[in-house]
């Protein structure tokens, strides 16, 4: 980005165009799609394959075609890709919810803010650096 002068909106513009071939757009995609894998093997879904295509992010007809610089497209992962990453997770936090709501964790954790937030109004004293 420094090198060529360019923003985060520019060089994603470039990053999301079917006809940018240069090469270190190429690694930025690159590097996208190995951060996508180590993501979703840390969730231990390797069974989704996450590779990234040129798809249209919304249809448009002919007339707006006509009228628009460029088609709306996006390097990313197919819908049903998508879907069902958006759906695991919707199930993991749902899971995670439960089991706080069974243990008593998300009561422990408003309790902790509280005492955050009375502990940072508190007035420092002197020896409260060596406590």
Known sequence: ??????????????FHDPDERNPEIEKLR????????????AYGWSDIHTTCEFLLDYEINEEEASSRRKKPWRYRWADKVRDEVLARLLELNAERAREEARTGAAAAKKGGRKKTKKRAAKK???GDLFD
């Open 124 to 126: 420092p004293q002197a």
């Open 30 to 41: 690159e590097l996208h799609a190995a951060m996508d894998r180590a993501v979703r093997d």
């Open 1 to 14: 980005m420094v090198r060529n002068n360019e923003g985060l909106t520019k060089t994603y513009n470039r």
